[in-house]
């Protein structure tokens, strides 16, 4: 099982930027799909962006497209989420997740699909 571990949430200004970072353990990622999703309290978790094992592909929510670039260090064993011209509406705990088994392009913003999860970093925007 691999461990996930989200770093560099915190306090971002409206039109800043913020880069969460999210480390595997245990095991590599190196062959799996990543993505972040967005989860306020007692909600469903809302897809932020995905990243194929490759890194060829990548996949980002309407809302967040052309302002957030998601990449990943498979030597490092880590994903990044680099979040520029940010919001206050995307103040909210962001969760790194994995997969265990290849998807399709239609599969990426399903949280279904998706087996281990961090603990999420949380995110605020002030306006």
């Known amino acids: 099982q691999v461990q996930l571990v989200e770093s560099g949430g915190g306090l971002g200004q409206a039109g800043g930027s913020l880069r969460l970072s999210c480390a595997a353990s245990?095991?590599?990622?190196?062959?799996?799909?990543v993505a972040w999703f967005r989860r306020a309290p007692r909600k469903d978790g809302v897809f932020v962006a995905a990243?194929?094992?490759?890194?060829?592909?990548?996949h980002y929510a309407d809302s967040v497209r052309g302002r957030f670039t998601i990449s990943r260090d498979n030597a490092k064993n880590t994903v990044y989420l680099q979040m520029n011209r940010l919001r206050p509406e995307g103040t909210d705990v962001y969760y790194c997740t994995t997969s265990t088994v290849p998807l399709l392009d239609n599969e990426y913003d399903d949280w279904a699909v998706y087996t281990s999860w961090g603990r999420g970093t949380q995110v605020t925007v002030s306006s």
């Open positions: 245990g095991r590599t990622f190196s062959n799996n799909a």
């Open positions: 990243i194929s094992w490759s890194g060829g592909s990548s």
